[in-house]
């Protein structure tokens, strides 16, 4: 097919082999796509191709890519969200009958949808606006993000040995992290954004890789060493991670038998493929989150399980818990273990964003469901992530993006991109929202197979996994890249390793808004009133449109353990219902 330009200027191209035309974002993504389905083709129902393999990308971008950076993360995950909406639409054939339906990616909300807990805002405030807070709950219960010394425990650092860096955790317990290293927990005299990064980085330097590894595995923190992704391919646990699919998805039990999807009717403008399905998350943060808020845009009713004991960041809830209802349930109490034993009675898709192990220990994980699913007479679907993988000798280590971003290499691509001889964090969490997208695919995929084949499934994916489907794609070339710093401010190429993820991102959006405006057009939001926040909250729009089918959320974003935890009399907030 041809490629043609829109009667809004956007470029438009099928994704066929035969396709041809000059737009390299266009190309690079179809040839992301084609690297992904030889990856995990065996990973999808086969009934899933022959739609991906009709997904048109749109894009209004005629230029170089949208982020200051060498990684193809736009190509990555245009491609995997080209797979999401195949398999969707796989499962609207069980309903409608095979059809040729027109399947659409936009890129720019693909691309968007990477960084969307920035443009998220909720009374009008982002999340750099520290006034949001007084509109969040504040579920930051240790106060690891209460002041700027707390949260730069989280950060990259250089270590004794001149150009090795650790990338320090304090995760949600900054305590911990900063005492590992002979700092005070709490140091309200400091304040100074540099004089911070200064007195934790000479800490820092007290130490070489091994004695830091050492000392945190004690702690059981999430701190790592910073390799080079030929580092990272030579260890044991990079060799197995590499040699398995981005996610894979298998079978967990045979015994129990199809279980076509409700496909009920809702108050949205069109049918929603995953209506009536019934999903529990027990996640936090954003990866494990961006699973059920893509499920929830097909349609699905998701319930965020959450622990009034463990902590969380305030403001990602404003935008990964879009179209959910939410509620506290401490698992370890009897009383809270009989309600969710109610709704586990119901669901059809559970979703694990914690370390491998930990529903097990719970009472809830893969091998139990398998057992209730027996029981019940119909399957389940259990969808993991986390940050390592779940085989390989670091699977149980925790972790979070920067994590994985800094074992995997792919903080040493950013760095040396920018002429550095040291890492640098990308900007924004987008593994986290790569990763969610993987996840989403695996439930897809699941519910697909219960329905045709009945059975339970069990899905798995990681941080790292989508680290390495982003570099095998490859590194933008210098040449892409001396354009990129030519056309983006110097300020964000003054960057150094130290500088804090809030840093790099703040700098990141300032030059991408002067450098691609279209990404943040107005077509590309959504707000409404949340009864949650009790304040209007705005949001990006779904990347993927279906012929016939309406992706979208029935409701808008509230803080964990906002509802009442029940299936029953949830509400549709008609400010959202709309194409």
């Given at each position: ?498 500088d804090s993820v809030d840093e790099v991102g703040k700098r990141a959006l300032k030059t991408m808004r002067r450098t691609h405006p279209e990404l943040f057009e107005e077509r590309h939001m959504q707000e409404c009133f949340s009864r949650g926040f009790k304040a209007s909250v705005r949001t990006i729009r779904p990347v993927v449109s279906i012929e016939g089918y309406w992706n979208g959320f029935l ?25």
């Amino acid at each position: 097919m041809t490629p043609y330009l829109g009667a809004e200027g956007t470029t438009n191209g099928h994704n066929g082999t035969g396709a041809h035309d000059d737009n390299a974002l266009l190309a690079g993504t179809r040839t992301a796509l084609q690297h992904l389905i030889a990856k995990a083709k065996q990973q999808l129902p086969v009934e899933s191709l022959p739609h991906i393999k009709n997904v048109e990308f749109a894009t209004a971008n005629t230029g170089s890519p949208y982020f200051p950076s060498p990684l193809k993360q736009t190509e990555a995950i245009s491609a995997l969200k080209a797979v999401e909406a195949g398999v969707a639409s796989a499962i609207a054939d069980l309903k409608d009958g095979i059809s040729n339906r027109s399947i659409n990616v936009d890129l720019e909300r693909a691309t968007a949808f990477l960084f969307s807990t920035y443009l998220a805002t909720v009374g009008g405030l982002d999340k750099a606006n520290p006034k949001a807070k007084n509109l969040l709950k504040d579920t930051d219960l240790l106060q690891a993000q209460s002041n700027l010394y707390r949260r730069l425990s989280a950060n990259l650092y250089e270590t004794k040995n001149a150009g090795e860096y650790f990338h320090l955790h304090g995760s949600l317990e900054a305590t911990k992290a900063l005492n590992m290293i002979g700092l005070e927990g709490h140091r309200p005299d400091l304040t100074d954004y540099h004089e911070c990064i200064k007195i934790i980085e000479d800490h820092v330097k007290q130490f070489t890789l091994d004695q830091l590894e050492e000392m945190n595995a004690k702690i059981k923190q999430a701190g790592v060493s910073c390799l080079k992704w030929e580092d990272f391919q030579a260890t044991q646990h990079g060799q197995e991670l590499i040699a398995q699919p981005p996610w894979q998805v298998e079978s967990l039990e045979k015994d129990t038998p199809p279980a076509p999807l409700p496909f009920s009717s809702s108050r949205a403008p069109k049918p929603q493929i995953l209506s009536g399905v019934r999903v529990l998350e027990l996640c936090r943060i954003i990866a494990g989150p961006a699973m059920g808020r893509g499920l929830a845009e097909y349609g699905a009713e998701v319930i965020k399980v959450t622990s009034p004991y463990l902590s969380d960041v305030p403001f990602f809830q404003v935008d990964a818990n879009i179209g959910k209802h939410t509620a506290d349930l401490n698992l370890k109490e009897d009383g809270d273990r009989k309600i969710f034993e109610e709704l586990l009675a119901s669901a059809d898709v559970v979703l694990d964003g914690y370390r491998p192990g930990s529903l097990n220990r719970l009472g809830y994980g893969p091998k139990q469901l398998a057992e209730i699913a027996k029981q019940r007479g119909r399957g389940f679907v259990y969808v993991a992530e986390n940050c390592f993988g779940h085989t390989g000798p670091w699977a149980y280590r925790p972790g979070w993006q920067q994590i994985a971003d800094c074992v995997s290499g792919v903080a040493w691509a950013q760095g040396r991109a920018m002429g550095l001889n040291e890492p640098v964090v990308p900007p924004f969490p987008m593994s986290d929202y790569g990763t969610g997208c993987m996840g989403t695919i695996a439930a897809l995929t699941g519910l697909f197979r219960r329905a045709k084949s009945g059975g339970s499934y069990v899905g798995t994916t990681s941080l790292c996994q989508y680290d390495i489907y982003l570099q095998q794609l490859g590194l933008y070339d210098e040449k892409m890249m001396a354009q990129l710093r030519s056309e983006h401010d110097d300020e964000f190429f003054g960057l150094r390793h130290h500088d804090s993820v809030d840093e790099v991102g703040k700098r990141a959006l300032k030059t991408m808004r002067r450098t691609h405006p279209e990404l943040f057009e107005e077509r590309h939001m959504q707000e409404c009133f949340s009864r949650g926040f009790k304040a209007s909250v705005r949001t990006i729009r779904p990347v993927v449109s279906i012929e016939g089918y309406w992706n979208g959320f029935l409701r808008s974003s509230r803080p964990n353990g906002f509802d009442r935890p029940t299936w029953e009399d949830w509400e549709v907030d008609d400010g959202l219902l709309k194409d």
